[in-house]
């Protein structure tokens, strides 16, 4: 059975940093590529940044330059990287990953920039 797990949110002012992470299982989590979403309340998910099963980085235009995407695929782990945040950043962000046309989704983790 397929699981992701995310943590690291938090309380954080604006221009501040995160780190959030999701840890697979159930899964060969080295060829498949996570992605991270986000999703405001009432609102569609969406898409902040992907890791290619190559290492190759994909990003929302919102977040280029501020946020960075990477995995360790010893412990079956994607990190997001958040820098500069904002106001705009707040919601929930949620890890995915699809395998057989699937997607699995964790529970999210909920960020909150505040001052």
């Known amino acids: 059975q397929v699981q992701l797990v995310e943590s690291g949110g938090g309380l954080v002012q604006p221009g501040g940093s995160l780190r959030l992470s999701c840890e697979a299982s159930?899964?060969?989590?080295?060829?498949?590529?996570p992605a991270w979403y986000r999703q405001a309340p009432g609102k569609e998910r969406k898409f902040v940044a992907r890791?290619?099963?190559?290492?190759?980085?994909n990003y929302a235009d919102s977040v280029k330059g501020r946020f960075t995407i990477s995995r360790d695929n010893a412990r079956n782990t994607v990190y997001l990287d958040m820098t500069n945040l904002k106001p705009e950043n707040t919601p929930d962000y949620c890890c995915?990953?699809?395998?057989?046309?699937?997607?699995?989704w964790g529970q999210g983790t909920q960020v909150t920039v505040s001052s």
């Open positions: 159930g899964i060969y989590f080295q060829i498949y590529g």
């Open positions: 995915t990953i699809t395998t057989s046309g699937r997607p699995y």
């Open positions: 890791m290619s099963n190559t290492d190759i980085p």
